[in-house]
C-alpha cells in the first residue's frame, strides 16, 4: 500500500508472534510491546536531518555527524499507546510526549475524545503519533487532526499491527501521511477487532481483561 512501509525486520517479526501468543502474560506482553517500539523507532526515524561537526577523538581531529533540524514529538493515543513511549524515548531522549485520549464506541465504533495534552511547542517538532493498533482508523483520524490544528509539522504514524481498512481510512484523509507497521492484518471482524490481531492492546497492557 503507497506510503506504508512495512518492517519486517527478523526480530520485529519474532517478538510480533510472541505478542499475538493468548499465552504471552502481563509483564511480557508489555516487555515485547516496549522492545518492538525501540526496534520500528530506527526505521521511523531513518530520514532524520543530519549534520556535521568536527571533533576530536583521543587518537586525532575528525569529522561526525550529529542530528539537527527539528526535535521530536511523540504521541501518544491513550490508552495502549502509553506502551510503546518508553522504547522510543530510549533511542530519542530528548522527545517530548503529548497525549490524546479517544475511545472507540462500542455501538457506533465512533472515536469519543475525552483528553489532549500536547507539547506546547509542538510546532517546532517532528511528531510520531503511536498506537499499537490500526483498526478502522477512526481514532488515528481523530488523533491526527487535532495535532494537525496545533502545528504544520511533519507527521507519522506508527503502530504495531494494521488492518487494511485502518490504513485506507488514514489515507482518504491524509495521503501524505507515512504509517509504519510491523504487519497489514487480514482485516475486521463483526467487532471491528483485528484478525488475527492480538486482542485488546490496552488490556494486554494493563491487565484489566
Sequence with gaps: MKNTIILDHPLIQHKLTMLRNKKTDVKDFRELVDELSNLMAYEVTRDIELKEIKIETPIAKTTGKIISGKKMAIIAILRAGLGMVGGILKL???????????????????????????????????????????????????????????????????????????????????????????????????????????????????GTK
Design 92 to 206: 530519542i531522549t530528548s522527545a517530548k510526549v503529548g497525549h490524546v485520549g479517544m475511545y472507540r464506541d462500542p455501538d457506533t465504533l465512533k472515536p469519543v475524545s475525552y483528553y489532549a495534552k500536547l507539547p506546547k511547542d509542538i510546532d517546532k517538532r517532528e511528531v510520531i503519533v503511536v498506537d499499537p493498533m490500526l483498526a478502522t482508523g477512526g481514532t488515528a483520524v481523530a488523533t491526527i487532526e487535532y495535532i494537525k490544528n496545533h502545528t504544520k509539522s511533519n507527521i507519522k504514524f506508527m503502530c504495531i499491527v494494521a488492518a487494511p481498512q485502518g490504513i485506507h481510512e488514514i489515507h482518504k484523509h491524509f495521503p501524505e501521511i507515512a504509517i509504519y507497521t510491523a504487519t497489514i492484518d487480514e482485516g475486521l471482524n463483526d467487532h471491528a477487532y483485528i484478525v488475527p490481531g492480538l486482542g485488546d492492546a490496552g488490556d494486554r497492557l494493563f
